[in-house]
């Protein structure tokens, strides 16, 4: 194993907020890892699941449609509607040419299409507020509320992306950002109607409330790319997907300095790829979230199998794990990123009671900023990885379960079914890394496999589905792993 920087595969836990300042690493770029074993082999899987988007190649210029370069003539209705004749049509690419464009409310994206905001194409969103209505469905800090628009807004899409080395500009800094100083009442109106279980039809929070709305919003979708982009003087959080599955974002450039402006904020996102993405934003760099309070805990729509890499962080914080974290937060793979010169990040992870949102299998390695001591190895247990989730029809049936343990060292192993009926599952030889296990009826299983060196153990878990289930984690009892 590859422990480059004295900890190049340091392990967190649900520790106390960790913040550990630029030291002895900081020399020259990231040493790309390419050691996918132990815990770091379902860094593959991930990839392979996550894939990208797939677009019809036909192209839908928004200059037939009666856009105007000048950054003065509203081109929302030109642009709305090369999006409907995208749509019409099956899909494609709706392509924004070089030009200043002023788009007064939100885009609202469709299936099976790529906005492309060619070289030079700065689409700068108006600012008036009654734009954005009427009030969509979002997240907003952990809760669900219909609140304004998103300036780019996507609901349950599928095969959906935002390409090319364009800007997309808020131009929120004098605009939306005063509300900071207004949203106390709807940030108590949120936080009590998530405590008190109230019907989310019921939660419009528009006029009067002054939460501000992300810049990009994609809720409920499937197979999102956003890439190359620039993202510059965003109202709230820069780039915002929610409750989506599949989804890639890389190469792009987020510039972001008002209140609030965390760079991507993965809010109960599954299969999520970040990479070659330049952060300068007031805020976290990436944040990962999962719903807060009573709401977060009852829907358990939790964040995992996260592979962020190859990033430049320009923000205070570099990742953070550290609030609305009800739904858990698993599996989440950070390497190879580097800082801006003069900028120090933290890592930020919560600590707290497991009703707080579980945090399990977070892993690092290759980030130049973190000072680390030869001590932390010693500590880490093996690391472990149980393999991917298992889908069977409602017969059942039997499955192979393949461990991938890292690290050197004689190690006994322990496979066990932790939720789900015991005696509905079979497992071969408990004892050994890879096995047999058959399943003779439907539920959802848990199994988890334990490697133990005689000092420490590490454990992960698969999630093995017999017959139609929830999605995702919906059907896991949580915590997974509960607090001894």
Not at 282 to 310: P, T
Request: charge should be negative; glycine fraction near 10%; include cysteine.
């Amino acid at each position: 194993m590859n422990n480059r920087c004295v900890t190049a595969m340091a392990w967190l836990t649900v520790v106390a907020i960790l913040a550990v300042a630029a030291g002895g690493c900081r020399k020259g770029a990231p040493t790309a890892q390419t050691d996918y074993s132990g815990a770091w082999a379902q860094v593959p899987d991930i990839r392979a699941t996550v894939g990208e988007p797939t677009i019809p190649n036909r192209d839908f210029n928004i200059m037939a449609f009666d856009a105007v370069a000048d950054g003065a003539t509203d081109c929302r209705p030109a642009i709305m509607a090369a999006i409907q004749a995208c749509e019409d049509a099956g899909g494609g690419r709706v392509v924004v040419p070089a030009g200043t464009y002023l788009v007064n409310g939100p885009l609202y994206l469709v299936n099976d299409m790529n906005l492309h905001l060619a070289e030079g194409a700065h689409l700068k969103f108006g600012t008036n507020f009654d734009d954005y209505l009427p009030l969509v469905l979002t997240r907003w800090r952990g809760t669900q509320v219909y609140n304004y628009c998103p300036f780019l807004y996507a609901y349950r899409r599928t095969n959906v992306a935002v390409t090319g080395t364009g800007t997309l500009d808020g131009q929120a800094k004098d605009t939306w950002s005063t509300w900071v100083e207004k949203e106390a009442k709807g940030v108590e109106t949120a936080r009590r109607l998530n405590a008190e279980g109230t019907s989310v039809v019921d939660r419009f929070l528009g006029d009067g409330y002054f939460l501000r709305p992300s810049m990009i919003a994609f809720l409920g979708c499937e197979n999102v790319l956003v890439d190359g982009v620039t993202i510059v003087d965003s109202p709230f959080w820069c780039l915002h997907p929610i409750s989506s599955k599949k989804v890639t974002i890389r190469n792009v450039r987020i510039d972001s300095h008002n209140p609030d402006n965390d760079g991507v904020v993965l809010d109960s996102c599954e299969h999520v790829r970040v990479y070659g993405v330049t952060f300068a934003n007031r805020g976290a760099a990436v944040a990962i979230r999962s719903g807060d309070g009573r709401e977060g805990r009852e829907l358990g729509w939790s964040s995992r199998n996260i592979h962020i890499h190859d990033c430049t962080f320009g923000a205070a914080t570099a990742i953070a794990m550290d609030k609305e974290i009800a739904g858990g937060i698993y599996n989440v793979f950070a390497e190879n990123c580097r800082a801006t010169a003069g900028v120090q990040p933290t890592l930020a992870i919560a600590a707290g009671p497991a009703a707080d949102g579980e945090i399990v299998h977070v892993w690092h390695r290759g980030l130049t900023f973190l000072e680390t001591s030869e001590s932390d190895a010693t500590k880490r247990p093996p690391d472990v990885y149980a393999g991917p989730d298992i889908q069977l029809d409602e017969k059942g049936g039997t499955v192979t379960l393949k461990g991938s343990v890292g690290g050197d060292g004689a190690l006994t192993y322990a496979w066990s079914v932790i939720q789900g009926a015991a005696d509905a599952v079979g497992i071969a030889n408990p004892a050994a890394l890879t096995t047999q296990a058959t399943f003779s009826r439907p539920g959802v299983y848990v199994l988890k496999l334990e490697a133990s060196d005689g000092a420490a153990s590490g454990q992960h878990f698969t999630i093995v589905k017999v017959g139609e289930q929830p999605a995702g984690m919906e059907g896991v009892t949580r915590p997974v792993f509960p607090v001894q």
